[in-house]
Nanobody
């Protein structure tokens, strides 16, 4: 079992930055791939970024490539999402999730956090 708790969301102006954190419990964190997803009101949950267990491989959605960076600290059981140059269309609830092998497929993720709200104003 893996329990995930996100933090770091909030309200920011367009062009600003936020860093999301996802703290994981359980001894298997260092072997899990981790992903960030988001869901805007009235829209389906979508892939944002993913990182493999060693941080050697990362995937990004085209909409965030060059602006967002995913990273992890296995010693702290934490994965991060650094979000720069934020846009109003980045407004959503952001979720972290865990899976065995890095993937962008939402259905492959077994464990999910409760989400953290990110709101980007003009």
């Amino acid at each position: 079992q893996v329990q995930l708790v996100e933090s770091g969301g909030g309200l920011v102006q367009a062009g600003g930055s936020l860093r999301l954190s996802c703290a994981a419990s359980g001894r298997t964190f260092s072997t899990q791939a981790m992903g960030w997803f988001r869901q805007a009101p009235g829209k389906e949950r979508e892939f944002v970024a993913a990182i493999n267990w060693s941080a050697a491989v990362a995937y990004y959605a085209n909409s965030v490539k060059g602006r967002f960076t995913i990273s992890r600290d296995n010693a702290k059981n934490t994965v991060y999402l650094q979000m720069n140059s934020l846009k109003p269309e980045d407004t959503a609830v952001y979720y972290c999730a865990a899976t065995m092998t890095i993937t962008i497929a939402i259905d492959e993720y077994n464990y999910w956090g409760q989400g953290t709200q990110v709101t980007v104003s003009l």
